[in-house]
């Protein structure tokens, strides 16, 4: 469809902005200004534009020169992964670990310094404030929130520390950079993390990551308990063996069930 023949709804602004964004791709993952207009068949001044707004609201980066994406474009996928495939998908697989194991799991996924539920299925209720899909909680002491800070590529990593207040929630919470980092190596080695009563007290939880067709992390499923009922040891030996597995499966569905959705789209 010719511009000339677009439906009067149609913004062209928004189609040149996202365009600008898609001209970024693995073998141009840095451009210059004249190259983003060049491909996106804009004018300078019209590429400036695009461009400047978009590292106003922070979805691109600019050393002066060079111009690339930054993590916050994920956002964008996010919003439909979160909201329509991975819960479907997901939540069978939560019922049965749940019958398995006898504790509650959810699916999260990271939003800026927060994990965010977008699928869960609870036992009893063990926290003092009550869990619900949309329910946010600080990424760095919560166990998927570790499984999916440990696995951000470095610079990533970096500027959302830089940016989070670390707080003491408990007096076992990790509440320095130093700390938190070798943390986070260990869980990005080991496959897995377990927290112990940091973001509560009396609440244990042990989590692991779900990854994409590409392999990219893209959530964590974990499993909740009450720390007088299963010790760290416990919760390694006996339910970390059925996260593993339910991660797996939950992988193998993703990629029958949103081969489209996790590949890239043409053109691009």
Do not use: W
Request: net charge neutral.
């Amino acid at each position: 469809m010719s511009e000339y023949e677009r439906e009067a709804h149609f913004v062209q602004s928004l189609e040149r902005g996202l365009a600008v964004i898609r001209a970024f791709d693995a073998q141009h993952p840095e451009l210059t200004l004249s190259e983003v207009a060049r491909i996106c068949d804009l004018t300078r001044a019209a590429a400036r534009r695009f461009l400047l707004t978009l590292v106003d609201l922070g979805y691109v980066r600019t050393d002066g020169r060079m111009f690339s994406l930054t993590p916050r474009v994920l956002e964008l996928g996010y919003a439909y992964l979160s909201s329509v495939s991975l819960p479907e998908v997901a939540e069978p697989h939560l019922e049965r670990l749940v019958a398995q194991v006898h504790e509650s799991s959810s699916v999260c996924v990271l939003d800026g310094d927060s994990v965010v539920y977008v699928s869960r299925v609870p036992t009893s209720r063990i926290m003092t404030v009550s869990i619900n899909v949309g329910t946010r909680f600080p990424a760095y002491a919560t166990s998927v929130g570790r499984v999916l800070l440990a696995h951000l590529p470095e610079q990533e990593l970096a500027a959302r520390l830089d940016g989070t207040r670390l707080d003491r929630l408990t007096n076992r919470t990790l509440h320095t950079q130093a700390a938190l980092r070798a943390e986070l190596g260990r869980v990005r080695a080991q496959g897995y993390a377990i927290v112990d009563q940091e973001l509560e007290e009396g609440l244990r939880s042990v989590a692991a990551p779900i990854r994409d067709r590409v392999g990219t992390v893209v959530a964590a499923v974990n499993i909740s308990v009450h720390a007088s009922r299963n010790s760290v040891e416990s919760i390694r030996r006996d339910l970390l063996p059925h996260l593993l597995a339910t991660t797996a499966r939950i992988e193998a569905d993703l990629r029958i069930a949103t081969p489209a959705r996790t590949a890239r789209p043409p053109g691009a």
